[in-house]
């Protein structure tokens, strides 16, 4: 089977799932979930980006897509003037005392040759401007989070519109990556691995404690909106008469206060699918332009030459190929996508919470996308995310509703009917499991296989 029919009946598939949620759930729920397969879209892009063109084994997800939540907040959130004059000062003394530590430790390192004069210059300089940086920031720290910490505790951020976040975001991530790239993909991939992992659960740490910058753990709540809100809806007289006039033939039922009743509910819920349309149409347009760029890339002499990299480093580097230099550049470039699609999660979500980063979220359950979708094929790792997030989402309403179909011949109070039907919200990683077995029984490459020009000719 091709591709090209493979991708229509994955896609064809989940368009009928979601239609299926929406009829039976909600539109809510429906138009909810396809949200996040849009996101996780995008992620997932960013991940292939990675792994699919240059096989670099990235397990630190979880902490580029956060880097796109602090964007949201530091880029959208109104500045807190009052933990400025707090503390801001200090915060900045500390952080330009910081540059100048690193550049001393530069210096230091290109001075003087190797050995214990070095080493123990290195130290005096790191030990040293550590302590000094401590004495500016920790009183700077403990002023700022002192400041109405019910409402505020923070430094806030820059009031623009949080749509800009997506590309901080995007550069948060970059910046991060070319940092951990510089140390790491020089090495052997596991070590890339082990680097990418504990930064990740590094910056994670650093978001939960360093209130001054995010809230940690009390969280940032009542993010700005790129689109209207419900309640501004509601009260619109134009969108009622929209809504009126959509569902004039529901309403031709109703007279006097029983219609008011019928079509203020309608509106409530009206308003709310409008939103996530809204939500859908930003997101759509985000995921197709990123994977347009990916499909135009890997089609170009320079994806080309990264899959050459991929298969063979050898012959590459025998060609004159700079594969430490290409790395980097594909590792900066998919852990940039990562950041701006962990912007569009949190502005879907209204606030930012560090405590909700999980590597089985943001790590293993996008691996599964790409894979089962099919590393090295953009169109692949999109399905694969489409369909694996709404496994992930419906499967433990309909592991409820299989528990409830199997026990219901079986005695009220039954140990085993009990069991079984506590047992249904583990249902979510059985059926993962399941799915993933299959796939890789079935289709080793993928849903949608990478086609390369070895595949064409053996076929």
């Not at 990675?50 to 580029?64: D, P, R, S």
Request: charged content about 10%; overall charge neutral.
């Amino acid at each position: 089977m091709s591709n090209s029919l493979r991708a229509l009946l994955g896609f064809g598939t989940f368009a009928i799932l979601l239609y299926l949620v929406g009829e039976y759930q909600s539109w809510n729920v429906a138009l909810a979930i396809l949200n996040l397969c849009i996101i996780s879209g995008v992620m997932a892009l960013g991940v292939n980006i990675q792994w699919g063109y240059a096989g670099l084994f990235n397990v630190g997800i979880m902490g580029f897509a956060a880097l796109g939540g602090v964007a949201a907040v530091l880029v959208s959130q109104p500045v807190i003037t009052s933990a400025w004059q707090a503390g801001g000062s200090g915060i900045l003394i500390s952080g330009v005392m910081l540059l100048v530590v690193i550049g001393l430790a530069f210096l230091v390192a290109k001075r003087f040759q190797a050995g214990w004069f070095r080493t123990l210059a290195m130290i005096v300089v790191i030990l040293g401007g550590y302590f000094a940086i401590r004495q500016v920031y920790d009183p700077a720290v403990f002023a700022i989070e002192a400041d109405n910490p019910a409402k505020s505790g923070y430094l806030g951020g820059l009031g623009l519109p949080i749509i800009l976040s997506w590309i901080v975001g995007g550069l948060f991530a970059a910046g991060v990556a070319w940092i951990i790239g510089k140390i790491s993909l020089g090495l052997r991939s596991d070590y890339l691995a082990i680097a990418t992992l504990g930064i990740s659960e590094i910056l994670i740490a650093m978001m939960k404690n360093e209130d001054w910058l995010t809230r940690g753990v009390k969280n940032v709540t009542g993010l700005a909106r790129p689109v209207p809100y419900e309640l501004e809806l509601q009260e619109n007289p134009r969108f009622i008469e929209w809504v009126e006039w959509f569902n004039s033939a529901q309403l031709a039922g109703f007279t006097g206060e029983a219609k008011a009743t019928a079509l203020r509910n309608l509106v409530v819920e009206g308003s709310s699918i409008f939103v996530k349309l809204c939500y859908a149409g930003l997101f759509l347009s985000v995921l197709i332009i990123v994977l347009m760029l990916c499909v135009m890339a890997l089609a170009s002499p320079w994806g080309r030459m990264v899959r050459a990299i991929r298969d063979n480093e050898v012959s590459a580097a025998a060609m004159g190929k700079n594969i430490t230099r290409r790395h980097l550049q594909i590792f900066i470039l998919g852990s940039a996508v990562v950041g701006i699609a962990g912007a569009m999660l949190t502005t879907l979500d209204g606030q930012f919470t560090p405590s909700t980063y999980q590597p089985l979220r943001y790590t293993f359950l996008i691996w599964v996308m790409v894979i089962v979708g099919g590393s090295g094929n953009n169109l692949g790792s999109v399905l694969g995310a489409f369909l694996i997030w709404f496994i992930w989402i419906e499967a433990e309403p309909a592991g409820n509703w299989l528990m409830q179909y199997v026990t219901q011949w079986m005695e009220e109070g039954s140990d085993l009917k009990r069991h079984l039907l506590d047992s249904a919200q583990h249902m979510r990683l059985f059926i993962m499991g399941v799915v993933m077995l299959t796939v890789m029984r079935f289709s080793p490459g993928g849903i949608l296989p990478e086609r390369t020009n070895t595949t064409v000719a053996k076929a």
